[in-house]
Antibody, heavy 119, light 112 residues
Framework: HLQLQESGPGLVKPSETLSLTCTVSGDSIGSSSHYWGWIRQTPGKGLEWIGKIHQSGSTNCNPSLKRRVTVSVDTSKNQFSLKLTSVTAADTSVYYC???????????WGQGTLVTVSS | QLVLTQSPSASASLGASVNITCTLSSRHSAYAIAWHQQQPEKGPRYLMKVKSDGSHNKADGIPDRFSGSSSGAERYLTISSLQSEDEGDYYCQSWGTATENVFGTGTTVTVL
């Protein structure tokens, strides 16, 4: 069955780059028609879509974060990744990866990983 | 701008039914939505997709007591025979253009 697992540092310093990877098992990113993406959750702002990518390399990002976000895919490792630059305390969140059903809605979620931005 | 509005809370007694509403912004009243459940201290779980005609497609393993429906710009999630494990937050999600993908603010369900 499908599983998604986030990995990466739990602590990032202000102004640095947050980097996370999502490893997929139970589905092949390279042969999938779906998109794969990132969402974050903060107590004050709820759930926020960050960005998503198709195995073809086509990406879509939240316009409010687009300037700082890069989503990439490595089909050979069945992984996709997130980079968020110039982080501040406001980027402290639980970050989830997920599968976007044909690019629309999330039909599978990872378990989430807390990333804290602090010096 | 696509906006989803949810009431902050809903409650019902054990074994009763509870309805949760997600209201689409007026220009987007024909859009489909997805419902997600987040139990305490857990990540979200996809429940179902609900279309404007009220048809819904549930994820595998979701009990029959969870159902979806629609009326105009409103999308509903009904939980019948409420169980203690149904407590948690429920979020709706919708999508439009390639760069439009939004979540509602969530409804906290309490089992009395």
């Amino acid at each position: 069955h499908l599983q998604l697992q986030e990995s990466g540092p739990g602590l990032v310093k202000p102004s640095e780059t947050l980097s996370l990877t999502c490893t997929v098992s139970g589905d092949s990113i390279g042969s999938s028609s779906h998109y794969w993406g990132w969402i974050r959750q903060t107590p004050g702002k709820g759930l926020e879509w960050i960005g998503k990518i198709h195995q073809s390399g086509s990406t879509n990002c939240n316009p409010s974060l687009k300037r700082r976000v890069t989503v990439s895919v490595d089909t050979s490792k069945n992984q996709f990744s997130l980079k968020l630059t110039s982080v501040t305390a406001a980027d402290t969140s639980v970050y989830y990866c997920g599968r976007y059903n044909y690019g629309d809605f999330i039909d599978f979620w990872g378990q989430g990983t807390l990333v804290t931005v602090s010096s | 701008q696509l906006v989803l509005t949810q009431s902050p809370s809903a409650s019902a007694s054990l074994g009763a039914s509870v309805n949760i509403t997600c209201t689409l912004s007026s220009r987007h009243s024909a859009y489909a939505i997805a419902w997600h459940q987040q139990q305490p201290e857990k990540g979200p779980r996809y429940l179902m997709k609900v279309k404007s005609d009220g048809s819904h497609n549930k994820a595998d393993g979701i009990p029959d007591r969870f159902s979806g429906s629609s009326s105009g710009a409103e999308r509903y999630l009904t939980i019948s025979s409420l169980q203690s494990e149904d407590e948690g937050d429920y979020y709706c999600q919708s999508w439009g253009t390639a760069t439009e993908n939004v979540f509602g603010t969530g409804t906290t369900v309490t089992v009395l």
